[in-house]
């Protein structure tokens, strides 16, 4: 089992940065892939940024490629998305979520997930 918790939401103006972060309960961690997504009411959970296990190919969705970046670190088992440009359309709740296996951008394929932590960006 393992527990993801995302921090470091919170309200930015339009062109303001953010980084989130998301800390894993095992160190297992190592073994999976890891995914941002995001969601806006009534709208499915959109994948964001993702990396594979071993944080060698990092992929973004058109939308924060250029803007976004997805780093992490085995050793202290989180994953962090720094946001830079943030716009207003980037508000939204962002998760964490890990999967085994190879990278998916589909969220169904992923086995956990944080509680979400909410970004909001006023123009």
């Known amino acids: 089992q393992v527990q993801l918790v995302e921090s470091g939401g919170g309200w930015v103006q339009a062109g303001d940065s953010l980084r989130l972060s998301c800390a894993a309960s095992?160190?297992?961690?190592?073994?999976?892939?890891m995914g941002w997504f995001r969601r806006t009411p009534g709208k499915e959970r959109e994948f964001v940024a993702g990396?594979?296990?071993?944080?060698?190919?990092?992929y973004y969705s058109n939308s924060v490629k250029g803007r976004f970046t997805i780093s992490r670190d085995n050793a202290k088992i989180t994953v962090d998305l720094q946001m830079n440009g943030l716009k207003p359309e980037d508000t939204a709740v962002y998760y964490c979520?890990?999967?085994?296996?190879?990278?998916?951008?589909?969220?169904?394929?992923?086995?956990?997930w944080g509680q979400g932590t909410q970004v909001t960006v006023s123009s």
């Open positions: 990396m594979t296990r071993t944080g060698s190919s990092p």
């Open positions: 095992s160190d297992i961690f190592k073994n999976f892939a």
């Open positions: 979520a890990a999967k085994s296996g190879p990278l998916m951008y589909r969220a169904g394929s992923y086995d956990y």
